[in-house]
């Protein structure tokens, strides 16, 4: 027999919109379609900004506390994509039912709902619904078989809500971390007059077994036209120091130490940073150059923009007789922009940024990664987490890739430390094309190793992700006997790299 939907024991669906300002003018009429085809089942909307229902019960805002029981009482809850009522409605022992915004619908300012609810539908901590038939169907089955749908204290044997809570939340920080912060790209600002005073500059400069290299690299740091004190300090890693090429002098000293953390890059790194003095640091491989005017154009973005923590600038890539100019159109690069690309652009040896950042701050260089590899991607990729990186578009560094390159030939070093980054950096699943270029990287690299099995399973998720992604089919050739050394002197010619 059916009930009417005024009955205690009606069972509830409960449709919770949110208070976004945006229209959500879609779920309301698929809430609508549930409240006349089951009349036996009492439909309650909680509408925010959207037109009230015609069938069903609605009311435009619940209290937080109020809304949480409603959830606990209803059989099955509808949410929009919004982390905050995903949250409550797990908090509240519920599988969301979720139907996120759709921006092309004008329901909401970005299609951030619609990744936010693929992931956690693909993670098991909502039910995506994407059409009418979608939701009826699902809460049809909610109905039918309500432990399914069922979680935390509130699901028979469970034992609390709090790590699918904890799981919403996180992945809603994700989604927050993508959206670009307002006016991200803006001009960059320029010095009214010259500072009476220009601020002492550290420029870190780590070495190893390239003596010949390092002195051209010291030498173009010595006449940079910058009118304050630049100090180098010269990391020597797992190398004899050279006291040579200390020196004195008041407006270019150069002190010569020994890396005393971690050997590797970044060890070296950080052993520079805290050896290191004044208000701005900057990174210089021991095979590149600076041209005259890099330093002094960085030290004005950073004095005229303090909400400014880093500045890169664009490079020249020389590779045998091949140069090729390397430079970004834009003045600022977000924590999203580094996850859909690297960037290669942004390379160390551009690196200007406040000591105060990396000492008290996000923290200095990682040296949990295998290797050291790809540690200034990841310096990077936490730094724009805080801020947007400023980009002068110009070159800057005369950068030397050769054969002698410290990860030449390292094949399973770089593979294992790009295994890491996916691992500490979720949000690239977030982005597929971000995540297919470091699993294609992951291939390339396995491939070149000789471990073939793994690079075909990497080859896959590559291609799963972003079926037109370049690094694919270069790995699949490589492991079926391509020489990865040949890939690379031909993409090095051309100014890229894998």
């Known amino acids: 027999m059916t009930q009417a939907p005024d009955s205690p024991d009606a069972p509830l669906v409960l449709v919770a919109l949110g208070t976004d300002h945006h229209p959500f003018s879609r779920l309301v009429e698929w809430a609508d379609a549930l409240a006349r085809e089951r009349p036996g089942v009492r439909v309650l909307v909680q509408y925010g900004r959207s037109p009230a229902p015609e069938t069903a019960e609605g009311e435009s805002f619940i209290a937080p506390d109020r809304l949480e029981d409603l959830m606990r009482s209803a059989a099955a809850v509808v949410t929009h994509g919004g982390p905050g009522t995903v949250t409550t409605a797990r908090r509240a022992g519920h599988l ?65 809500g709090q790590a699918g809570e ?31 005073e220009w601020p002492e500059v550290c420029a870190v400069v780590p070495t190893r077994d390239r003596p010949d290299l390092l002195r051209r690299t010291l030498r173009s740091i010595a006449e940079q036209d910058y009118p304050g004190v630049l100090r180098t300090i010269v990391v020597f890693d797992n190398d004899d120091p050279d006291p040579a090429l200390a020196s004195d002098d008041a407006l270019r000293p150069v002190e010569v130490v020994v890396n005393d953390h971690s050997p590797g890059l970044a060890g070296a790194r950080n052993t520079g940073i805290l050896a290191a003095r004044g208000d701005f640091v900057a990174f210089c491989d021991d095979d590149d150059t600076w041209f005259p005017g890099k330093l002094r154009s960085q030290v004005e973005v950073l004095l005229t923009d303090p909400g400014t923590e880093m500045v890169c600038c664009g490079i020249r890539v020389v590779y045998d007789r091949t140069e090729a100019e390397r430079t970004l159109d834009r003045t600022a690069v977000t924590f999203s922009d580094l996850l859909g690309s690297r960037l290669t652009e942004l390379h160390p040896s551009t690196f200007l940024i406040r000591r105060a950042a990396l000492v008290d701050g996000c923290g200095p260089v990682s040296e949990e990664l295998p290797g050291s590899y790809a540690e200034d991607y990841e310096l990077l990729l936490r730094m724009a987490r805080r801020a947007p990186v400023r980009n002068i578009p110009a070159p800057g560094v005369r950068v030397l890739w050769h054969r002698r390159s410290h990860f030449a030939g390292r094949w399973q070093t770089i593979a294992t430390a790009l295994r890491w980054l996916l691992d500490r950096y979720p949000e690239f699943l977030l982005v597929p094309s971000g995540y297919a270029r470091v699993a294609g990287q992951i291939a390339f690299a396995e491939a070149a190793a000789g471990r073939r099995r793994t690079a075909l399973q990497w080859a896959g998720r590559t291609f799963r992700a972003r079926a037109l992604e370049p690094r694919t089919p270069l790995a699949l050739a490589v492991a079926c006997g391509l020489p990865a050394a040949w890939v690379l002197r031909t993409l090095h010619r051309h100014g890229k790299g894998i």
Do not use: M, W, Y
């Open 166 to 196: 904890a799981a919403a939340l996180r992945a809603g920080e994700l989604i927050d971390l993508l959206a670009p912060p307002p006016h991200a790209e803006r001009p960059l600002p320029a010095l009214a007059e010259a500072p009476s």
């Open 96 to 160: 969301p039912l979720a139907a996120a915004r759709d921006p092309e619908l004008g329901e909401h300012v970005d299609d951030h709902q619609l990744r936010f609810v693929a992931r956690l539908d693909s993670s098991g901590l909502v039910r995506s619904c994407a059409t009418a038939q979608q939701l009826a169907a699902a809460v049809d089955k909610a109905l039918a078989h309500p432990g399914e749908f069922r979680i935390g204290s509130d699901a028979p044997g469970g034992t609390g």
